[in-house]
């Protein structure tokens, strides 16, 4: 089986694992990085959200074979950029962190949206939150902590 190779938080990663493997479960159980979460494992709910050379994708989805020559982050690579480390707090402050499953991806989502645009309008946030769902806040106190970090 040949290797894949990518970039994972920052660090030079080799994977020798059928490229077929979704890279959720890669994440998970072979380089043992458990925030990304499983939740629908259809690609509906957002719970698994990493970034992809910067941009959005449900792991769930994502064949490892995909990630050839890529930059991963998680969840883990994210709350260790010291920009975000006000969003994780402010998910906190806020009651934006509840049950703690849609939360990883909510924030992945949230962070590359800060990345992208500092001072996003309340419905700037709500699009870029479209993807992710969540079965306890309500939705509010997850956009009341992106629009309080984005401060």
Known sequence: MKPTHFVLNGKKTEIASPPMSRL??????????????????????????????GEVVNSCLVPLAQVEGAEVRTIEGVIEDPRFKVLQSEFVAHGGAQCGICTPGMIVSSASL?????????????????????RCTGYSKIIDSVEAASK
């Open 114 to 134: 800060l990345e992208k645009n500092p001072h996003p309008r309340r419905d700037e946030i709500e699009n870029a939150l479209a993807g992710n769902l969540c």
């Open 24 to 53: 959720l479960d890669v994440l998970r159980e072979e380089l043992h990085l458990t925030g990304t979460k499983e939740g629908c494992g259809e690609g509906e709910c957002g719970a698994c959200s990493v970034l992809i050379d």
